[in-house]
């Protein structure tokens, strides 16, 4: 069984930083791919970041520089760097890790954390 378990969240000001941190386990085979994803009220879920076994790293193009994805120590923790922070970054965080990486990129993966909130004010 595989657990994500998000942390990190938080209310912030426009321009301002926050870290989010994923820890994950369970079954090492299963969280080889990862990423964040995000969801605001009323929209649909969409990939932030992903990050490949093999240290590949997509973000989405709203992203723009501002943030970072990368594992920890041991591979088992997904931190998301996020500098610059708009508003519209307002959302539910959502961890997610599948044996393939192309599950990660279009959502289909298997599995899910339940998510942290992040609330940014202007």
């Known amino acids: 069984q595989v657990q994500l378990v998000e942390s990190g969240g938080g209310q912030v000001q426009a321009g301002g930083s926050l870290k989010l941190s994923c820890e994950a386990s369970?079954?090492?085979?299963?969280?080889?791919?990862l990423a964040w994803f995000r969801q605001a009220p009323g929209k649909q879920r969409e990939l932030v970041a992903a990050?490949?076994?093999?240290?590949?790293?997509k973000y989405a193009e709203f992203v723009e520089g501002r943030f970072t994805i990368s594992r920890g120590n041991g591979r088992t923790v997904l931190h998301l760097q996020m500098n610059s922070l708009k508003p519209e970054d307002t959302a539910r965080y959502y961890c997610?890790?599948?044996?393939?990486?192309?599950?990660?990129?279009?959502?289909?993966?298997?599995?899910w954390g339940r998510g942290t909130q992040v609330t940014v004010s202007s």
């Open positions: 997610a890790a599948d044996p393939a990486w192309r599950s990660v990129l279009i959502g289909t993966n298997d599995y």
């Open positions: 369970g079954m090492t085979v299963a969280i080889r791919a």
């Open positions: 990050l490949s076994p093999g240290g590949t790293t």
